[in-house]
């Protein structure tokens, strides 16, 4: 009965189709030497960045709620992962100073070793609590998607419950982020304060290994994260679910009517993104190398709705356009990349400059282009347009609207 | 013919202003009944009370054979248990095609995990085509729900709420902005319904509430003035004051 999900929605295809060729020629390049290793990381990152604005697409453009905090679910994933690298990795340091020793280590030497290393930037060498998992993979590998999606389950609930919608809803998720970045920015935190969590990109057991190689299997992983996020969400958005979370973003009261509880879609939706959102930043922060508090300011889940904005919400490519025309715009301008204009009198750096236009593109484009860059596909696949306005009836001598005006 | 939603004693106030004033009514299952009354009488209201969108100050709402208090629960309970609601202004998913929107209303499991592995059954996509030839959209199963112009848009809403094969109906002004030949349409399709199901109809149209005929319930300020055939209730000297005579 149910026609496959490529053949209903045919952008999945020509979207994988466009991430393999890209993914081949960035791999082409970089083999032959023409791209730089930390182009290629900037690179891996951009698409990364393009998942969780897929997710956050879902969030907002699909089910209708505007979150402002799923940055800070993208960085609680890359804290996740980089607690284990940077205590493996500084395992293997403390390993081999320690061996020069007469005696042999104990464990609890090696482990004092490592939370000395670890925490003496904050003045303290206990692991606190929160690191208990952090030397074994099998352990600290969930959370990277487990502590996510509980915390949006707890405030989702919470907040979905007590039918906070609309704007509200956004200030408190900033609220939600706000909370935990100043947390973090706290050195008893147990995740270093401001210094955050440093030297992600060494992957412990690869040492021979240059990052030039390991640049690229990251942005090969980070590929493959993108494509099979795109298509997960692709399948949640059509079908029975799309439908009924497209009807909760444009009235939710009206589908409580058809016997749907709301709250429990909001909160599924909520959940799910914010777990691939972890995801996302899981693979993220190793080729960043480096995650601190900063990360996750409410800033940064602003950004990530401009984004989703530029590129057009309600259709998942455009989020991915979005994220990544942005970002990677975003690293030309601010990198130096972008020449300084001299105006004689004044000289724009881009650096200073940058962060204005994107706010006037992005008030350009909610004003002017509403549905964003991915609008312009609609000039090859013209979509219908759902609003009419004209006669009440369908027949002739129905009601014209003025008459039916209360 | 047993009780199929009992009412007692209901009041509502916004604010300090009385929109229903002690309202008690009783709905049999089958039973066609048209509700009639001038603007502002609360007839809306009266709606919102029973499908759990406005708590009532104090009254008993009973429902089913086992006379559930309705009172508390919430308006996707209400609405699972079986108790169906057109809005006066057309509320269907304008971005959605108009097989979606029957699609989302068609009786079935309402949880997220049951819909999200739902797979659209051949038996499903009859029931939607019987629908949508009652309604008399049959051609326009792929539209996008805003193109239709408002009298489809009513009977798309009727349709859904067909589609979610409740006991009762609750369908307030199915007719407004519809050419005669329409209205007849209208009234063959919820006399139909009335056939197996409760339905409670409001409408101003006189003549679309003969053509129901049916026992009618009149509101007044939140009350009701007056109950029986529409002959009856047309005789009746406090009708005539409040309504009729304007
Ligand atoms: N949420 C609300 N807050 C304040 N007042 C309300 C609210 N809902 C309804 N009212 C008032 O209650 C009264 C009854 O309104 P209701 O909409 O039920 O009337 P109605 O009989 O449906 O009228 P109409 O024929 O115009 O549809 C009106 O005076 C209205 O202003
Ligand atoms: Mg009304």
């Not at chain 1, 209708?64 to 293997?92: C, D, K, N």
């Not at chain 1, 982020?177 to 992957?203: E, K, M, P, V, W």
Request: charged letters at 15%; one cysteine or more; glycine letters at 10%.
């Amino acid at each position: 009965m149910r026609r496959s999900l490529v053949a209903t929605h045919p952008s999945v295809l020509w979207f994988l189709l466009a991430l393999a060729l890209v993914t081949l020629g960035v791999t082409g390049l970089a083999e032959a030497g023409l791209i730089s290793t930390s182009f290629v990381k900037t690179l891996g990152k951009t698409l990364c960045l393009a998942l969780v604005a897929v997710a956050m697409d879902v969030v907002w453009g699909y089910c209708g709620i505007l979150s402002l905090g799923h940055l800070a679910f993208f960085g609680i994933g890359g804290y996740a992962i980089g607690m284990w690298l940077m205590y493996v990795r500084t395992e293997e340091i403390v390993a081999v100073s320690l061996a020069a020793e007469a005696l042999p280590p104990t464990p609890q030497e090696i482990r004092d070793a490592i939370g000395t290393q670890i925490f003496g930037v904050v003045g303290s060498s206990d692991f606190p609590w929160i690191w208990s998992f952090a030397d074994r993979a099998w352990l600290q590998f969930p959370m990277i998607v487990i502590v996510p999606g509980l915390l949006a389950l707890v405030f989702g609930w919470l907040a979905f419950r007590s039918r906070v919608t609309g704007v509200y809803l956004s200030i408190l998720t900033q609220a939600m982020t706000l909370a935990l970045s100043l947390h973090l920015f706290q050195n008893d935190s147990g995740l270093r304060g401001n210094n955050g969590l440093s030297g992600l990109q060494n992957i412990p057991g690869l040492d021979g290994i240059g990052q030039d190689r390991i640049s690229i299997w990251f942005f090969w992983a980070s590929a493959a994260a993108l494509a099979a996020g795109y298509v997960f969400f692709a399948w949640i958005v059509s079908g029975r679910m799309g439908s009924v979370i497209r009807a909760i973003r444009d009235d939710e009261a009206r589908v409580r009517f058809l016997g749907y509880h709301v709250e429990s879609y909001k909160l599924f939706v909520f959940t799910v993104t914010a777990m691939v959102a972890g995801l996302a930043g899981a693979l993220y922060f190793p080729q960043a190398g480096i995650i601190n508090p900063a990360e996750v300011a409410p800033i940064a889940s602003v950004y990530l709705a401009v984004w989703v904005a530029i590129g057009g919400r309600g259709r998942l490519y455009g989020a991915v356009i979005g994220a990544v025309f942005v970002s990677l715009l975003s690293s030309w301008f601010t990198g130096g990349g972008a020449p300084s204009v001299s105006l004689g009198v004044y000289t724009i750096h881009w650096t200073e400059w940058w962060l204005v236009l994107l706010g006037l593109s992005f008030v350009a484009v909610t004003l002017f282009a509403p549905k964003g860059i991915g609008g312009l596909f609609d000039r090859i696949a013209p979509r219908p347009v759902a609003d009419r306005q004209g006669d009440y009836g369908p027949d002739a001598g129905a009601w014209r609207r003025e008459e039916g005006e209360p | 013919m047993t009780a199929l939603l009992e009412v007692s004693g209901v009041s509502v106030s916004f604010d300090g202003f009385r929109a229903i004033n002690n309202l008690s009514l009783t709905i049999a299952e089958p039973e066609l009944r048209a509700v009639i009354g001038p603007n502002g009488a609360g007839k809306t209201t009266f709606m919102d009370i029973i499908t759990g969108k406005t708590r009532p100050d104090s009254g008993r709402i009973l429902w089913g054979e086992k006379s559930v208090s309705l009172i508390g629960m919430s308006e996707s309970a209400i609405a699972r248990i079986g108790i169906g609601r057109k809005f006066q202004r057309p509320t269907v998913f304008q971005t959605q095609t108009v097989r979606d929107n029957l699609a989302m209303a068609l009786k079935g499991r309402r949880g997220p995990r049951e819909v999200l592995f739902h797979r659209a059954t051949a038996d499903e996509a009859a029931r939607i085509n019987a629908i949508s030839a009652e309604i008399g959209l049959a051609d326009s199963l792929p539209r996008i729900a805003g193109e239709l112009s408002h009298g489809q848009k009513q009977w798309l809403e009727i349709g859904m709420l067909l589609a979610q094969d409740p006991r009762l109906l609750l369908v307030d002004e199915p007719a407004a902005g519809m050419t005669p030949a329409e209205r007849a349409h209208t009234t063959d399709i919820l006399r139909r319904a009335a056939r197996t199901r409760a339905v409670i109809v409001v409408e101003h149209d006189m003549d679309f509430v003969r053509r129901l005929d049916c026992r009618v319930t009149v509101l007044h300020e939140g009350a009701v003035l007056a109950e029986g055939s529409l002959d009856h209730v047309t005789r009746n000297r406090d009708v005539i004051d409040v309504y009729l005579g304007r």
